[in-house]
């Protein structure tokens, strides 16, 4: 379990949070950061050595100097730091982040991190704290952008729901009652055959900006809820018979379905933004993204006398930071999860969450000492992010993500 763990960690944060440049021995910055055992020189087979006394040996060269560490890497935040791994889907992502909400670490890859939390948990003996995916989107992007108490619309490939904060949780306002918008992108995009590389939704994104002709497509808002089933079956029929009779090109249905589904998230979010008295909108999730939906909300919010706050791909889509940080908050005011209690479901709900940390200005330091909240000092590698306030709710259950403090 140690050698495991000592992997995963090593491979992701080597590297970023160390500062280290160039080919590094893989033992060397695994081993300092988790254990000893790790640290014994490989196995290497020898050559025959030569038995003739003529030859004189050749001194070893000296072992090449360690690269000096970034300026970032040399300053540690003051007060404890977190370890939040997200592993949603077929990924890891694993953030390094301070109760200050400044980000040192926050790199993706393909892995699933659930037992790994487990594993690091026993084996460094840090404390577990079991973080609600989608509260961890709004709460990263919240740090990010400063937004205090936007009405949230979170927009993934799982999930679809217009959010605001009310009385300790994160009141889901509307929501897809079938797939999600991320979910009819993707679809879609097989239709057409795009790459998935970097993902079909982006693809989609860059195609309908090609796009000039534009083709009714059903519209399908249901008071505060929306659906999107029937709007994908009718453009994947459509599809085919247009494109065989060259009424149409593959940019015009990817423009067409892009206006169609975001016009509807814009009015199911507005309607929102009118009933909680709300000007900001703060967008998150991997489709929150999409230029061209930050773009139509931003004109909405305007015509509102609002704001929008919206980041890009490190934030939107999965990653450990939203993770690490969200579960620090949680933390800061004593939330833990024992560990054989630390399963996952993904029936665990945005609004199930007593988000605790609202209800204070402060974090009340439960488990943390006082001194941990001293000044961090800002420089260029740091993401000045204030605790804020946020609000937010979640559609589809999600799996739960482990943090460890």
Known sequence: MGYWADNILGFFLGREYFGLKGPIPYTCFVSSLVSPHFAAKPYRRRRPRSYDSSRRR????????????????????????ALGLESSANKIGIGVVSLTGEILSNPRHTYVAAAAARALSLLWGKPLVGVNHCVAHVEMGRAVTGAVDPVVL???????????????????????????????????????????????????????????????????VKGMDVSFSGILSFIEATAIEKLKNNECTPADLCYSLQETLFAMLVEITERAMA????????????????????????????????????????????????????????????????????????RFRTDEVHAIWREKEMPVLTNIRAHAM??????????????????????????????FG
């Not at 060269?61 to 690269?67: D, E, H, N």
């Not at 879609?188 to 796009?211: C, H, M, T, W």
């Not at 773009?295 to 930071?321: K, P, Q, V």
């Not at 961090?376 to 739960?400: F, Q, W």
């Open 58 to 81: 050749t001194p070893a060269a000296p072992p090449p100097s360690t690269p000096a560490r970034s300026a970032a890497a040399r300053r540690r935040p003051p007060g404890p730091l």
């Open 275 to 346: 009933h909680c008295d709300s000007k900001d909108v703060l967008i998150v999730g991997g489709v929150g993204c999409n230029e061209r939906l930050q773009e139509m909300m931003r004109i909405m919010c305007s015509e509102r006398g609002g704001r929008l706050f919206a980041t890009d791909d490190r934030y939107c889509i999965d990653n450990g930071a939203m993770i690490a940080y969200t579960g620090l908050l949680a933390y800061a005011h004593g939330m833990t999860t024992p560990l054989e209690e630390s399963t996952f479901t993904q």
């Open 374 to 403: 001293a000044e961090v000092s800002k420089d260029e590698a740091s993401v000045p992010t204030p605790i804020a306030e946020i609000e937010y709710l979640e559609r589809k259950p999600e799996s739960r993500d482990m943090y």
């Open 154 to 220: 979170y927009v993934s490939g799982g999930n679809t729901q217009v959010i605001a904060y009310s009385e300790g949780r994160y009141r889901i306002f509307g929501e897809t009652i079938d797939i999600a918008v991320g979910n009819c992108l993707d679809r879609f995009a097989r239709v057409l055959e795009l790459s998935n590389d970097p993902s079909p939704g982006y693809n989609i994104e860059q195609l309908a900006k090609k796009g000039e002709k534009f083709i009714d497509l059903p519209y399908v």
